[in-house]
């Protein structure tokens, strides 16, 4: 699995013009499933979100986690977008193949995996619907982007 992650002041999904998730501050995720991962791979991908030391602590230093915000009382959340053209290879051609990808359904099985997974340590969730076309907007704070794989 492979998520680009990026800290946000704020981010939501619309899909035929309907919000369907959104967040305030906290990690707006966009995620790929690769072609044979499983469950284990979800729940290693979102441990390693929760955890992720991007936010900045009293002394401006990137040092604080989801989870350690969360646990001093600020309000965060995350917005997680399936998105297969995460894992697009374009190194020998203009075109990208999305060979790497995993099919429909055993994408769908193995993101819902890890919702299921950051929902378990308690940061509010949201998401578009998979595999549908949908706009993102979000408002990066810093910025702040980081690639993860698990």
């Known amino acids: 699995m492979r998520a680009v992650v990026q800290r946000v002041l704020e981010a939501s999904v619309t899909v035929d013009g309907e ?3 959104r967040c305030g501050a906290g990690l707006m995720l966009l995620v790929g499933v690769k072609r044979d991962d499983a469950p284990a791979n979800a729940v290693k991908l979102a441990q390693k979100v929760v955890n992720l030391r991007i936010f900045n602590d009293a002394e ?22 399936s998105n297969f053209t995460v ?21 769908r099985q193995v993101f819902d995996e890890f919702l299921s997974a950051l929902n378990g340590h308690g940061v509010p969730t949201e998401t578009g619907v998979y595999g549908a076309h949908m706009e993102v907007r979000l408002v990066n704070d810093g910025p702040v982007t980081l690639m993860l794989e698990a």
């Open 19 to 21: 919000v369907t998730g």
């Open 87 to 107: 894992y697009g290879d374009a190194e020998k051609s203009r075109r990208p193949s999305f060979f790497l990808a995993a099919p429909f359904d055993e994408g």
């Open 60 to 81: 401006g230093k990137m040092n604080l986690s989801l989870l350690d915000l969360q646990a001093s009382g600020q309000s965060v959340g995350i917005l997680a977008v």
